[in-house]
C-alpha cells in the first residue's frame, strides 16, 4: 500500500480547515469526518464524538484567538497501524498566528504564535474516522508571558522540524524503510518499558539511540541534546520521579520512511514519588497521554519530538492549572 488516497484526504481536509472563517467550520467537518467518528484532544478538550462539536469546541475559538491560523507541518507521513485498526495519516508541526484573542484563559498578545501540535488520523472509505490531536498548552502559555512552571530541567524553544529537512513525505515512501524505522521504535519501547535492563542509564539509551541524539520535549520539561544530556536532564529525572508505572499502550504505531510514531489514550500510568516539575508526591496514579515522533538514522534513532498532556496529568495530581489561570488570571502554580 502506498497510502496517498489516505494521505490527500488528510491534505484536502487541511487545506479546507486553513481557508475555512468560524461560520463555516462544521461544514468543513462534516464534509471529511465520518458522522459516527471520535476525536481526542489534550485537556480541557478531551473526547468529542460529534464533528460539529469540535468545530464548536476546539477549531472556532482557536481560530478566533489565533487570527490568520496557518498549519506549518514538519513531517507528513501515513502507514498501516501496526497494532491493527486501519491505515493512519500524521503530521506534526505547529499552528501559527497572530495571538489577537484570549484562549482557555491565556491573554493575547497581539504577536505572533506558535502552537506545538501532532496528530494521528484514522482514515477508512474516504473518511476521517478517529483523530488523536495532541497540542502543547503550555507552550502557548510561555510564549504569552504566562509561565505556569518552575525552573525546567531542559531548555525551552520554539522546535524546528528534522535536521534533515525529508519528514514531509508527500509521496510513497520504500516500505523496508518504513519497516527498518518500526523495528528501531520497537526496540526502544521493549527497552523503555522494563525501566531498567541492569545497565547504567547512558549505556541503556546508546542501545536504541544514536550518541547525538535530539530530544524535543513539551514545555515544563523542555529540548536536550546528546545522549548524556538528555540522561541528566529528562530521563534519569523522570524515572527516579516515579514508581509503579504499567505497561506501555498504544492505540496506534506506524511508521513510514525515515519516521515513525505512536500515541495512546494514555500511553501508562505512574506514581509521582516527588520532584517531578518540583512537585510533590502524589496520591493518585498520574496518566500520562503522549504522542512520539521519531527520525531514525541507521539503525538507530536520531531524533524524537513529544506531546505530553502535562495539563491533564497535573489535574490527576490536584492542580488545575487552567483553572488557576481563568479564576486570577495568571499563569502561575506558586
Not at 243 to 258: F, N, P, W, Y
Not at 297 to 325: C, S
Request: glycine share 12%; charged share 20%.
Amino acid at each position: 500500500m502506498d497510502f496517498q488516497s489516505e494521505k490527500q484526504v488528510v491534505r484536502d481536509y487541511y487545506e479546507a480547515l486553513e481557508r475555512a472563517d468560524v461560520a463555516s467550520l462544521a461544514d468543513v467537518q462534516t464534509e471529511f469526518y465520518a458522522a459516527e467518528s471520535l476525536w481526542r484532544g489534550f485537556h480541557p478538550f478531551d473526547e468529542i464524538t460529534s464533528p460539529e462539536e469540535v468545530a464548536k469546541r476546539f477549531w472556532a475559538p482557536l481560530k478566533t484567538s489565533l487570527s490568520s491560523l496557518q498549519r506549518r507541518m514538519d513531517v507528513f507521513m501515513a502507514g498501516q497501524n501496526t497494532l491493527g485498526g486501519g491505515v493512519w495519516v500524521c503530521s506534526m508541526g505547529h499552528l501559527m498566528g497572530l495571538f489577537d484573542g484570549a484562549w482557555l484563559g491565556i491573554r493575547p498578545t497581539g504577536k505572533l504564535a506558535m502552537l506545538r501540535y501532532c496528530e494521528f488520523h484514522r482514515v477508512e472509505g474516504g473518511k476521517i474516522a478517529e483523530t488523536a490531536m495532541y497540542f502543547d498548552i503550555p507552550h502557548l502559555m510561555v510564549q504569552a508571558g504566562q509561565n505556569p512552571f518552575g525552573p525546567q530541567t531542559a531548555q525551552h524553544m520554539v522546535q524546528p522540524g528534522p535536521r534533515t529537512h525529508d519528514g514531509l513525505m508527500f509521496e510513497p515512501q520504500p516500505e523496508a524503510e518504513g519497516i527498518a524505522t518500526m523495528a528501531a521504535i520497537d526496540r526502544m519501547v521493549n527497552d523503555l518499558g522494563t525501566w531498567g535492563l541492569g545497565l547504567p542509564l547512558e549505556e541503556e539509551l546508546r542501545r536504541s539511540w544514536h550518541e547525538d541524539m535530539l530530544w524535543w520535549g513539551p514545555e515544563g520539561i523542555g529540548a536536550t541534546y546528546t545522549i548524556p544530556r538528555y540522561a541528566k536532564q529528562h530521563s534519569g529525572p523522570f524515572r527516579a520521579a516515579f514508581a509503579e508505572r504499567s505497561k506501555t499502550q498504544h492505540i496506534c504505531r506506524m511508521a513510514e520512511g525515515s519516521y515513525g510514531g505512536f500515541f495512546g489514550w494514555p500511553n501508562f500510568t505512574a506514581v509521582h514519588k516527588g520532584g517531578f516539575m518540583g512537585l510533590p508526591a502524589g496520591k493518585e496514579k498520574g496518566a500520562f497521554r503522549v504522542i512520539d515522533i521519531y527520525r531514525r538514522e541507521g539503525g538507530k534513532l536520531a531524533e524524537n519530538w513529544i506531546y505530553i498532556d502535562i495539563l491533564h496529568f497535573l489535574k490527576t495530581q490536584g492542580v488545575d492549572v487552567l483553572g488557576r489561570l481563568q479564576s486570577i488570571g495568571t499563569g502561575s502554580l506558586e
